[in-house]
């Protein structure tokens, strides 16, 4: 373990730099991969096979997120004309591409699975889905009219799960990969306060989903866990 620490230490010190933010990171194809901004520019800083690639994409303002499938990393955030934004970037070859897509809004959060990168946020004041194939082509989900801004995703029982806020408190749902439909999640979720899901993770328990409430003017804390077989 202290080893493994002493790595991560080792390269962060090699690639931080002053004016730098950094707001996403992911692991595979052999290379640790971290997104962010630099001076309101998009950054990726990929490392590994003992060579760091720095690269900073002038039409992208900001990276919010990063996930890797098959050698192919795949960034969101916010472009520089204020709308959402996805970056495929090749780790065997280098190849980078900017999807931008119409509107207002940001994309948040992505994750990979079974072959399909699956990235989240908003557009024009409604929750926004992009399934990504392999090739950097994408389609968008379409998604319950509650959903209003989408945070966070993440892989797990043959599908992706979203979680976010909407007209009437936190929202969540999952897209199933094998049917291609979405169940809407959110009436199972409780009810008795204002609060927002902002990230979710799988593992043997189902998914775990975190977030923050807001009850007679204080803030606190949300942790829960979801299994979408139950929908408890």
Request: with cysteine; aromatic share 10%; charged share 5%.
């Amino acid at each position: 373990m202290l080893a493994s620490i002493v790595l991560v230490m080792a390269l962060a010190a090699s690639v931080i730099s002053v004016g730098q933010l950094y707001y996403g990171v992911a692991n595979g194809c052999g290379r640790i991969v971290i997104v962010g901004s630099a001076s309101n520019t998009g950054l990726i800083i990929a490392s590994g096979n003992s060579s760091t690639a720095s690269i900073k994409i002038s039409n992208v303002a900001v990276l919010n997120s990063v996930a890797i499938g098959k050698c192919m990393a795949v960034a969101v955030g916010l472009s520089s004309s204020g709308q959402p934004v996805y970056v495929t970037y090749n780790l065997t070859n280098g190849e980078l591409k900017v999807y931008e897509l119409g509107g207002l809004g940001e994309l948040y959060g992505v994750a990979y699975g079974n072959g399909y990168f699956a990235a989240v946020g908003y557009v024009n004041d409604s929750g926004l889905m992009l399934l990504i194939s392999s090739n950097g082509g994408y389609s968008v989900v379409r998604l319950p009219s509650d959903f209003k801004v989408l945070y966070g995703v993440s892989f797990g029982d043959g599908g992706f799960l979203i979680v976010g806020e909407g007209s009437r408190g936190a929202v969540a749902g999952f897209y199933n990969l094998s049917n291609s439909l979405i169940t809407d999640y959110s009436s199972s979720l409780p009810s008795s306060y204002n609060y927002a899901l902002y990230s979710a993770s799988y593992g043997y328990l189902g998914f775990m989903v975190v977030g923050e409430g807001l009850t007679n003017s204080s803030e606190y804390p949300i942790v829960g866990l979801l299994n979408v077989t139950s929908g408890s």
